[in-house]
Structure formats: C-alpha cells, structure tokens
C-alpha cells in the first residue's frame, strides 16, 4: 500500500528549481520582446535616426513615420511653403519641416481593413464549419473516418507554393482574383483542418451522456448540440478562433500572389511604403506596429480561454 502511494505521490519542485524556471521564463520573454520593441522604437524616429549605424537608442522622437505611412506627400519650393497658411495638425508641421505638403491619404487604411474583414471573416467561417465536422466525426459512425481526418490533416502538411500556381489560375478563370470572397474561402480552406482537429479533440472529452438526457427530456439533436456542447466547447473554440485567426492575419504569399488592388491586405502593402531615397523604414516601423494591435488584442481577450482550452483538449479519460 505503501508502495502504490509513493507511485503515486506528486513531487513538488523545490524553491531553487521555481526561481531558475522563473528566471528562464522572464528571460525568454525578454528576449521574445526585443523585435516588438525595436520596431515600436523605429517607427517613433525620424527616416535619419532609422538607418544611422551605429544605430541609436538615445534619439528626439519623431511622429514622421505615422504621419508618412496615413498620407502621400509632395515636395515643394521653399517659397510655396512659405505662402501656406499655419499647419493644420501635427502631420501637416511634420510634413513641412522636410518641405513637402500633404496631397491625400494613403492607402494603409484600406488595406488595414482588408486584413480586418478578410482574417475575421475566414477565421468565422472556418470555426463555424470546423465545429460541424468536429462534431460529425466525434458524435457519429463516419465511414473511413480516420482516413478522412487523414486527408484533412494532409492539407495543412502541403506548402503554399506547391499550389498557389495553380489556385491562381483557378481564381483567375473564376473571377476571384483581387477580391475579398475570394481570399475568405482559401483562407477558410487553409484553416479548416486545423479547426478539425483542435475541436474534435474538445468535443470528445464533453460526455455524451449530457446530451442524452437532454435528448431524453426532449431536445433534438440540434439544439441538444447547441444548448449542451457548444457552451462547454467555448475553451475550445476560442482557442481555435486564436490560431486560425494568426494565420490569416500574417499570411503573406497568398495575399501577395492573388491581391494586388481593392482586396490587398496589410502584410504585403507595408514593405512596398517607399520614401524619399528608398525605403521608409520609420513608416514601414508604424504599419508594423499598428498591424500587430488586432492581433493583441484579441488574443488578450481570449487568453483565459485559450489556455483552458489548451490543457482540456490534452486531457483523456
């Protein structure tokens, strides 16, 4: 009896071992930390400081790569900024100082929003059909169901460039090229295996029997499904929502391939922002930074959910 306890005793870690797991972890997260800082940091200096080697930490911070990333600018003579009337806003003093007026409004919004509606937007579609299947293959007798987890699974083992010739020339006979129905339905199609698969581990760990004595006391299947199992699959399908979310949000070849106007997205818009002699670095800095917010955000929302849902589709009866 003895014997069987000490098996199955729980040893806790001694108080030197959590402060070196602590110190490890503090400094992995330092470190991790490092790019976002720097980036915020170049996107608040004037186009000089960003490229000076060696590279300055110590500088007079500048809203010059903001303001270059929302507006197009023109060069003028001196004399014609002279005759202007005062600067309207901190962007129009910014812009001046370099002797230049704002013309209009770039195009970053546009392409930020397109990021907004085509990643949500997929990622809606794709945790919507990926809880259907997930259910289908957890509830039910699917003929050759491992065989077709299998497949599914095999989609995402496939590198992007290894189809995108021909899903281009397929979106191109279709008319999908440059659209946003069009990046909605490839993204949903990229992440629908990986919803599969997260959620069919989450919904096999909630009993069936829940569902039976609420089919027993009268509900059907769908709205024993939908007032039973989806409530407690809420861990999971947050946490699903998060990781379908990054990849829609950060894909690159794709967007770059298939979008090139009115369906253009944020990753492949901001390396092209070019100034004066090259390219902007403080304003490529500001979209980088500003295109990393949603993300944050979101995942900061959901981030009780997504660790429960981590842990809960690990555990096995």
Not at 135 to 163: C, N
Not at 229 to 255: D, H, K, M, R, S
């Amino acid at each position: 009896m003895s014997s069987a306890n000490a098996a199955h005793s729980v040893v806790e870690p001694s108080p030197t071992s959590k402060r070196i797991a602590a110190t490890l972890v503090i400094v992995y997260a330092l470190i991790t930390m490092v790019p976002l800082v720097w980036i915020f940091l170049t996107s608040i200096k004037s186009p000089p400081d960003s490229i000076s080697y060696p590279p300055k930490v110590l500088f007079t911070p500048s809203l010059e790569g903001y303001c270059n990333l929302f507006t197009t600018r023109s060069r003028q003579t001196p004399d014609y900024i002279a005759a202007l009337p005062p600067p309207s806003g901190v962007c129009d003093a910014v812009t001046r100082e370099r002797n230049m007026v704002i013309v209009g409004a770039s195009n970053f919004l546009p392409r930020f929003a397109n990021s907004l509606i085509i990643a949500f937007g997929s990622t809606f579609l794709a945790v919507l059909l990926g809880t259907l299947a997930a259910y289908g293959f957890s509830r039910f007798k699917v003929p050759l169901a491992d065989d077709l987890l299998f497949f599914i699974l095999s989609t995402r083992m496939m590198p992007p460039i290894a189809v995108a010739i021909p899903i281009y020339l397929m979106y191109r006979q279709l008319g999908l090229s440059d659209t946003a129905i069009g990046m909605m339905l490839l993204y949903t199609a990229v992440n629908v295996s990986l919803a599969v698969w997260l959620l069919k581990g989450f919904i096999d760990e909630i009993p069936r029997e829940y569902e039976e004595a609420a089919m027993i006391d009268g509900y059907t299947r769908l709205q024993a499904f939908r007032k039973v199992v989806l409530p407690q699959a809420t861990t999971g399908i947050a946490a699903t929502a998060i990781f379908c979310l990054i990849f829609a949000w950060n894909e690159y070849a794709f967007a770059s391939l298939l979008t090139s106007g009115s369906a253009q997205t944020a990753p492949p818009f901001i390396p092209t922002i070019i100034g004066e002699g090259g390219q902007d670095w403080p304003a490529v800095a500001a979209g980088t930074t500003i295109f990393l917010i949603p993300i944050l955000v979101f995942t900061i929302l959901l981030r009780k959910q997504l660790l429960r849902g981590i842990t809960f589709g690990a555990v096995r009866k």
